[in-house]
């Protein structure tokens, strides 16, 4: 047990002699995470698109809606389904759900202008069985949450590493 403790000791501090710094630690991860609630969520069409706002909002947000907007982020977000599992009379027993969100960051003031932009992809599966159709609704509902949080965690980081490195003037 000690000896895991000690490893994990030693493993931090070669990792900050190299210069490493977690995202969301000390006063840069805070200012980051201070940037992110300056950026506006623009509107997302469908109803997939309106989970992955959300899911965006809530982790941008962490202190309630923002009081200054500097940015604003416009994603284009698509969910692809592929049937697998194909049986003797062509009906299929999984389908693969394939989400993939291409963002870019504008300043508020001037939404041409591109200052970052960037993807996130994210895959899930969901077993069809036979079932009543409510059943099954209330699973592809909760295959595309599940999506929406992967594909917000990936903006959100990739986001706040932008931010840090980019700090607001």
Aim: aromatic share 8%; with cysteine; net charge negative.
């Amino acid at each position: 047990m000690w000896l895991n403790k000690s490893f994990a000791a030693f493993a931090l501090l070669a990792l900050s002699g190299c210069g490493f710094t977690p995202l969301y630690g000390g006063a840069q991860g805070q200012a980051a995470n201070a940037a992110l609630e300056t950026v506006q969520v623009q509107n997302i069409p469908d109803r997939t698109g309106q989970m992955l706002r959300e899911t965006l909002q809530q982790q941008f947000y962490t202190s309630g809606q923002p009081t200054q907007e500097l940015y604003i982020l416009s994603v284009s977000y698509s969910i692809g389904q592929t049937g697998e599992g194909i049986q003797a009379d062509s009906s299929t027993t999984r389908t693969r759900f394939n989400a993939n969100a291409a963002w870019r960051l504008s300043p508020i003031g001037n939404p041409a202008v591109t200052l970052v932009s960037g993807n996130a992809t994210a895959t899930d599966a969901l077993n069809i069985i036979d079932q009543q159709y409510f059943a099954s609704n209330l699973e592809t509902d909760t295959v595309n949450q599940q999506l929406a949080n992967e594909i917000a965690g990936q903006i959100t980081v990739q986001l706040s590493a932008w931010l840090r490195a980019h700090p607001a003037s």
